[in-house]
């Protein structure tokens, strides 16, 4: 069992920056992908980012590329997601998931079966 739990939101201006962190607890963590998503009120889940195990491979967004950064330390069972030149649709509750299948952090939700309880980035205009 891995218990997530994200931290890192806030409130921040557009063109700020964030960095959230997704804290697991669990020994086999340092084995499972993770991604990030997000949920906007009234939009459905989204998928964000998604690392592979061993933070190698990286997955993004089209319109997170160049703007966010998945990366993870394994030492601290800890996957980060840095986030830059933050825009006002970026406003959302971002929930980390980790995926027992660690090759590749995939985009889809269903393949996730861990999910933390979510951290609010709201970003001002």
């Known amino acids: 069992q891995v218990q997530l739990v994200e931290s890192g939101g806030g409130l921040v201006q557009a063109g700020g920056s964030l960095r959230l962190s997704c804290a697991a607890s669990?020994?086999?963590?340092?084995?499972?992908?993770v991604g990030w998503f997000r949920q906007a009120p009234g939009k459905e889940r989204e998928f964000v980012a998604a690392v592979n195990w061993s933070g190698g491979s990286a997955d993004y967004a089209d319109s997170m590329k160049g703007r966010f950064t998945i990366s993870r330390d394994n030492a601290k069972n800890t996957v980060y997601l840095q986030m830059n030149s933050l825009k006002p649709e970026d406003t959302a509750v971002y929930y980390c998931?980790?995926?027992?299948?660690?090759?590749?952090?995939?985009?889809?939700?269903?393949?996730?079966?861990?999910w933390g309880q979510g951290t609010q980035v709201t970003v001002s205009s």
């Open positions: 998931a980790a995926d027992r299948s660690g090759a590749y952090g995939s985009r889809y939700h269903w393949s996730y079966d861990y």
């Open positions: 669990g020994r086999t963590f340092s084995t499972y992908a």
